[in-house]
T-cell receptor, first 114, second 113 residues
Framework: GESVGLHLPTLSVQEGDNSIINCAYS??????FIWYKQESGKGPQFIID?????DKRQGQRVTVLLNKTVKHLSLQIAATQPGDSAVYFC?????????????FGTGTRLKVLA | DAGVIQSPRHEVTEMGQEVTLRCKPI?????LFWYRQTMMRGLELLIY????????DSGMPEDRFSAKMPNASFSTLKIQPSEPRDSAVYFC???????????FGPGTRLLVL
């Protein structure tokens, strides 16, 4: 989950298909995970979160999966729409970084093709 | 609820000038965070406050940066003197104690020439 720069991975998805965005986090002691969506020129917007005592959590059209064994987080978006085009960030907190500090991932750009 | 409010939305200044960024957190939120976002380093936490008190400023890049929170509804991030490498988008976020979700403002896009 270290924030590194320059090249943002891009996922291109056909409108109506499902999207899966992946994130590898760094701290095995982290106990809270969150996904944000950031549209161009805007601040990160909360999508969904999950605690480490869960493997899966569902929201409206979105599902977050947590695999603590391999320190992997994924965001699934069902029936992807043009409005879903944005950069998606995962963040972790807890453990040695403390409850209040988020460590953000690099981000993934989602492009929805019409 | 109006959400987190930041001003100005855009700031263009010349190297050496003082820059002040402002934030109004969501009413009732007792934690406030300042972040910086660049292409090279992504989103970085600069400092955060709890009940108007700075708790962790380990992310503040250097002494040119300072942040204050004189009351529960207002915070400032000041850069003096500004340098071109400070060009970035600065975000403010807030949360309520007991809940872990942070809510972000729209950001201030700073360009130092």
């Amino acid at each position: 989950g270290e924030s590194v720069g320059l090249h943002l991975p891009t996922l291109s998805v056909q409108e109506g298909d499902n999207s899966i965005i992946n994130c590898a986090y760094s701290n095995s002691a982290s106990d809270y995970f969150i996904w944000y969506k950031q549209e161009s020129g805007k601040g990160p917007q909360f999508i969904i979160d999950i605690r480490s005592n869960m493997d899966k959590r569902q929201g409206q059209r979105v599902t977050v999966l947590l695999n603590k064994t391999v320190k992997h987080l994924s965001l699934q978006i069902a029936a992807t729409q043009p409005g879903d085009s944005a950069v998606y960030f995962c963040a972790e907190s807890g453990g040695t970084s403390g409850t209040y500090k988020y460590i953000f991932g690099t981000g993934t750009r989602l492009k929805v093709l019409a | 609820d109006a959400g987190v409010i930041q001003s100005p939305r855009h700031e263009v200044t010349e190297m050496g000038q003082e820059v002040t960024l402002r934030c109004k957190p969501i009413s009732g939120h007792d934690y406030l965070f300042w972040y910086r976002q660049t292409m090279m380093r992504g989103l970085e936490l600069l400092i955060y406050f709890n009940n108007n008190v700075p708790i962790d400023d380990s992310g503040m890049p250097e002494d040119r940066f300072s942040a204050k929170m004189p009351n529960a509804s207002f915070s400032t991030l000041k850069i003096q003197p500004s340098e071109p490498r400070d060009s970035a988008v600065y975000f403010c976020a807030s949360r309520v104690g007991g809940m872990e979700t942070q809510y972000f403002g729209p950001g201030t896009r700073l360009l130092v020439l």
